[in-house]
C-alpha cells in the first residue's frame, strides 16, 4: 500500500478541495436548488472549511449534504485516511484498528466504517460475462443465523451466493435460502445468457444452467477440482479472501450487517490490481460511490 502522504490526508481545505473535484467535476452545485451559476466559496477566519453559498436560493452548503459524509463532525482528512486504508486492505480492517490510527472513538471508528462500506455497495450497472467467458457461481456459508442455534445441515448459516467473472468482476450478495426460485432470477439478472456457466454439481444450478450458453460442473464430491479450464477455482480464491477476513479481522457479523462486509470484499475484489486499479484508483472509486448514501447511526442498526 502506498502512503498516506498526500496532502488531502493531513491538510482540511485540500481534503475538500479533493473531496470537490470528484464528486463536482464540473464544478459546485447546489443541493438546495440545483444551481450552478452564482456560486461563491465562503472565506474568512469565523467560517467553516469548504462552505459555499448559494446566491440564488440564498443557502450555504458543502459537498458533504446528500453523501455518507453528511452531518458527521469527523474532519474530512480523515475521512479520507479511512477510505484509502479499508480500500486497500485485501482482507479489511478493523474499527479497533481505525480507531488507534485515525485518534478516533472506537464508536466513531465502526460507524465511519458502516459508512464507507455503504458507499462500496451497488455495482456499474452491466452484467457480468458475455460471449466467449466463463462466469464462475458457487455459495458460501458463514455464521449463524439469529433463532437457528440447532444446527441441521447448513439450516441454520448464514448464506452468499457469489457471481465471479474469470479474469473480470465479481457481485455476491446475501441471500435468503440456496434455491432455484431464489438463485435463478439473480443469476438471470447478473450474467449475460451468452456466457459460460461454471458451477460444482449442486442440482440447482443443472436447471439454471440451461439458460446460459455453456454450462460445465466439477464434480468436488467426487474429488475432482478441475478438468482443464473448467474449473471453479476462481470463486473459491475469492472465498478464501473473504472467510479469512470475516474469520480473522472481523470475527463475528450479525446476519443485519453482513451485506456490508459483502459489498466491502465485492468492492475490493471488483477493483483489484489484476484489472488494473491501485490504491489511489481503488480509493477514489470508493468516493465516486458516496453520493445518496446518508446513513445515520440509527440506521446502522447498532
Given at each position: 500500500?502506498?502512503?498516506?502522504?498526500?496532502?488531502?490526508?493531513?491538510?482540511?481545505?485540500?481534503?475538500?478541495?479533493?473531496?470537490?473535484?470528484?464528486?463536482?467535476?464540473?464544478?459546485?452545485?447546489?443541493?438546495?436548488?440545483?444551481?450552478?451559476?452564482?456560486?461563491?466559496?465562503?472565506?474568512?477566519?469565523?467560517?467553516?472549511?469548504?462552505?459555499?453559498?448559494?446566491?440564488?436560493?440564498?443557502?450555504?452548503?458543502?459537498?458533504?449534504?446528500?453523501?455518507?459524509?453528511?452531518?458527521?463532525?469527523?474532519?474530512?482528512?480523515?475521512?479520507?485516511?479511512?477510505?484509502?486504508?479499508?480500500?486497500?486492505?485485501?482482507?479489511?480492517?478493523?474499527?479497533?484498528?481505525?480507531?488507534?490510527?485515525l485518534g478516533v472513538?472506537?464508536?466513531?471508528?465502526?460507524?465511519?466504517?458502516?459508512?464507507?462500506?455503504?458507499?462500496?455497495?451497488?455495482?456499474?450497472?452491466?452484467?457480468?460475462?458475455?460471449?466467449?467467458?466463463?462466469?464462475?457461481?458457487?455459495?458460501?456459508?458463514?455464521?449463524t443465523l439469529p433463532?437457528?442455534?440447532?444446527?441441521?445441515?447448513?439450516?441454520?448459516?448464514?448464506?452468499?451466493?457469489?457471481?465471479?467473472e474469470r479474469g473480470?468482476?465479481?457481485?455476491?450478495?446475501?441471500?435468503?435460502?440456496?434455491?432455484?426460485?431464489?438463485?435463478?432470477?439473480?443469476?438471470?439478472?447478473?450474467?449475460?445468457?451468452?456466457?459460460?456457466?461454471?458451477?460444482?454439481?449442486?442440482?440447482?444450478?443443472?436447471?439454471?444452467?440451461?439458460?446460459?450458453?455453456?454450462?460445465?460442473?466439477?464434480?468436488?464430491?467426487?474429488?475432482?477440482?478441475?478438468?482443464?479450464?473448467?474449473?471453479?477455482?476462481?470463486?473459491?480464491?475469492?472465498?478464501?479472501?473473504?472467510?479469512?477476513?470475516?474469520?480473522?479481522?472481523?470475527?463475528?457479523?450479525?446476519?443485519?450487517?453482513?451485506?456490508?462486509?459483502?459489498?466491502?470484499?465485492?468492492?475490493?475484489?471488483?477493483?483489484?490490481?489484476?484489472?488494473?486499479?491501485?490504491?489511489?484508483?481503488?480509493?477514489?472509486?470508493?468516493?465516486?460511490?458516496?453520493?445518496?448514501?446518508?446513513?445515520?447511526?440509527?440506521?446502522?442498526?447498532?
Amino acid at each position: 500500500m502506498s502512503n498516506l502522504s498526500a496532502p488531502h490526508f493531513h491538510d482540511e481545505e485540500a481534503a475538500y478541495a479533493y473531496v470537490e473535484a470528484r464528486i463536482w467535476p464540473q464544478g459546485p452545485v447546489c443541493p438546495h436548488c440545483g444551481g450552478v451559476e452564482r456560486l461563491g466559496k465562503l472565506k474568512g477566519k469565523s467560517t467553516r472549511v469548504g462552505v459555499w453559498k448559494c446566491y440564488q436560493c440564498r443557502k450555504p452548503f458543502t459537498v458533504k449534504i446528500g453523501t455518507i459524509f453528511e452531518d458527521s463532525k469527523v474532519p474530512m482528512r480523515l475521512w479520507l485516511q479511512a477510505m484509502y486504508l479499508i480500500a486497500g486492505s485485501k482482507k479489511g480492517i478493523s474499527s479497533n484498528q481505525l480507531h488507534r490510527i485515525l485518534g478516533v472513538t472506537l464508536k466513531t471508528a465502526w460507524f465511519m466504517s458502516h459508512r464507507i462500506r455503504e458507499a462500496m455497495a451497488g455495482d456499474d450497472g452491466w452484467p457480468l460475462g458475455g460471449l466467449g467467458k466463463v462466469v464462475e457461481a458457487d455459495e458460501t456459508f458463514i455464521g449463524t443465523l439469529p433463532g437457528r442455534e440447532v444446527k441441521t445441515a447448513y439450516f441454520h448459516k448464514m448464506k452468499i451466493l457469489a457471481l465471479v467473472e474469470r479474469g473480470g468482476r465479481s457481485r455476491a450478495m446475501v441471500v435468503d435460502s440456496i434455491s432455484i426460485p431464489e438463485i435463478q432470477p439473480i443469476l438471470l439478472d447478473n450474467v449475460r445468457r451468452q456466457s459460460k456457466l461454471h458451477t460444482d454439481e449442486a442440482p440447482l444450478y443443472k436447471s439454471i444452467g440451461r439458460f446460459f450458453f455453456e454450462h460445465n460442473t466439477v464434480r468436488h464430491m467426487s474429488g475432482e477440482f478441475g478438468r482443464g479450464p473448467v474449473h471453479t477455482n476462481t470463486i473459491e480464491g475469492y472465498f478464501s479472501i473473504f472467510k479469512r477476513g470475516m474469520k480473522g479481522i472481523y470475527q463475528h457479523c450479525s446476519h443485519k450487517h453482513l451485506h456490508r462486509y459483502v459489498a466491502e470484499f465485492n468492492f475490493r475484489y471488483s477493483n483489484r490490481v489484476a484489472l488494473g486499479y491501485n490504491d489511489t484508483d481503488r480509493a477514489d472509486n470508493l468516493l465516486r460511490g458516496i453520493i445518496g448514501k446518508r446513513l445515520t447511526y440509527q440506521t446502522t442498526g447498532a
